[in-house]
């Protein structure tokens, strides 16, 4: 079984630049979230879906950051324009929201984004 | 609100040594408790897991017991290897799928031979 996919593994921009990450969750996942991970801390919440809703936004900074779940499947983070202080890993997880893995949440390889 | 306190590293180790990695939670209600583990350049994966008072999660040879008396769920291992070197990562739950996770800071585990 494939796990969740995140795409750029890496990414450079300069500040003020738009910039996109891609996640494709793990088949038949409902639940979608987009975690950030600043360096040398814990992954916090930035958003959550339940298949193509938005459940819980509420710490996703409204005046840059936006994402979609288009369908319920995949999903796009974007920062419009991009901070210095939003260098950090983006990492997309999925779960099912039954059956005996219910709480179990499973983790892409993250996206590096350097803004400089 | 909710939240994770695990001990800071980094923890540094012989190979073959005892492990004990310090996590102890606030919450409101009884949630489920989670080790995580970031080997360097990959993804977290989850390393086990406890869902109730006195449950004992255990993979790979790590284990940890859910105490809700002193709110700990500590990681321990017996005989730590050099392949153990990674991240480990504390986190919480509320029992209601879906919800998001809470994680400590992490803490370093190096291991040497």
């Known amino acids: 079984e494939a796990g969740v996919v995140q795409s750029p593994r890496y990414k450079i921009i300069e500040k003020k630049q738009p910039v996109a990450f891609w996640c494709n969750p793990i088949?038949?996942?409902?639940?979608l979230y987009w975690y950030l991970q600043n360096l040398g801390q814990g992954p916090e919440l930035l958003i959550r879906y339940e298949n193509e809703e938005a459940v819980d936004d509420s710490q996703l900074p409204k005046d840059r950051f936006s994402a979609e779940r288009l369908k319920g499947v995949d999903s796009t983070l974007k920062i419009q324009p991009a901070e210095l202080g939003d260098s950090a890993v983006y990492l997309c997880?999925?779960?099912?929201?039954?059956?005996?893995?219910?709480?179990?949440?499973?983790f892409g390889p993250g996206t590096r984004l350097t803004v400089l | 609100g909710d939240s994770v306190t695990q001990m800071e590293g980094p923890v540094t180790l012989s190979e073959e040594a005892f492990l004990t990695i310090n996590c102890t939670y606030t919450?409101?209600?009884?949630?489920?408790l989670f080790w995580y583990v970031q080997y360097p350049g990959e993804g977290l994966q989850l390393l086990l897991k406890a869902t109730k008072a006195d449950d004992k999660g255990s993979n790979k040879g790590f284990e940890a017991t859910y105490r809700k008396e002193t709110t700990s769920f500590h990681l321990e291992k017996g005989s730590v290897q050099v392949s153990d070197s990674a991240v480990y990562f504390c986190a919480l739950s509320d029992r209601q799928a879906g919800t998001a996770l809470i994680f400590g800071k992490g803490t370093t585990l190096s291991v040497s031979s």
């Open positions: 088949s038949g996942h409902n639940t």
């Open positions: 919450a409101t209600g009884y949630p489920s």
């Open positions: 997880a999925s779960s099912l929201d039954s059956g005996p893995s219910r709480n179990e949440q499973f």
